[in-house]
């Protein structure tokens, strides 16, 4: 279960629109009428996971006509980037979801060059949980903190490089489902079964954040909930469930990087310091321990044997 990516810029021009259809097709049923005059310019990534279908759409000028749904999804809409997108008479504004009308022909019409978070979720899925759901159909509801968090966990799941195992699949799909209920105003009962997956989807997200600035000295708990509007101590309660802690995250996060780089044949020039100091050691004689007391070799042994 690999994450789907199609852009025109693979195509010739004359071809775009049929190949944009055809790829767009897989998500939603819709034909795409392109503006005038106007490069057609499309890139999708896409992905399935255990009958959810989560989809991220950067598109040129464009009026989408979708047909009447036949297959049982709720299709919501969530504007990352631009602001022409109209669908069911609502803007696509950026951070609300919308809750797009899918039981008639709808259109939506984007004026300007935009990115849309679309999710296709089985109705079966919220039925039970959302009990106004078809009140909900057609309308935009405001960001809150659980929408935030969804756009997030849903982009993060389509950055993911590697295949996901259909174990894992069903799990990040339940944390899907969960977050869109709470998204949507789920009531009592419902919110507190969400509450795992809304601890497992910020724990995603601050690792995420971890990941892109390990190496930065600044970063600690504290750097963190301020980013992610969250306390210190709920986000060291987070690692704790989790069996480990930030400390020891960042360490291993840091210890990762290092031996990848090790491992690069571009870097064979870069001496190991440097390469610590670059990941976010400050302490080379401490480094040296810790390495190997993670992977059981030194780093210089670590490096000539990725290198033969």
Known sequence: MTVMRFSTSAVAPEQRQAVAEEVYG??????????????ITVGIRARELSGLHIAAITTSPVRATHAAD????????????????????EAVQLGHVNIVRRDRVDTTV????????????????LAGRLLDLDDLLGHSLAPTAASRLLESYA????????PVPVSDATVMAEHVVDLVCLALGAGRDSAQLA??????ARLHALKKDISAHAADPELSPGWLARRHQL???????????????????????????????????RLMQRNIASLALDAGFGDISWFNQVFRRRFGLTPSEMRRLAHG
């Open 70 to 89: 036949e297959n049982g999804m709720i299709y919501l809409g969530m504007g990352v980037s631009g602001t022409g997108a109209l669908g069911s008479g």
């Open 231 to 265: 306390s210190e101590s709920y986000i060291r309660a987070l690692f704790y469930d989790a069996g480990t802690s930030f400390t020891e995250h960042l360490l291993n996060t840091r210890l990762d990087n290092v031996r990848r780089h090790l491992a690069d044949p």
């Open 110 to 125: 984007v004026n300007t060059e935009s990115t849309i978070l679309s999710l296709a979720i089985p109705r079966t899925a």
């Open 195 to 200: 509450q795992g997956s809304l601890r497992a």
């Open 26 to 39: 897989a998500h939603v049923r819709g034909q795409l009428d392109f503006v005038r005059d106007h490069p």
């Open 155 to 162: 982009r993060t799941l389509l950055s993911e490089e590697h």
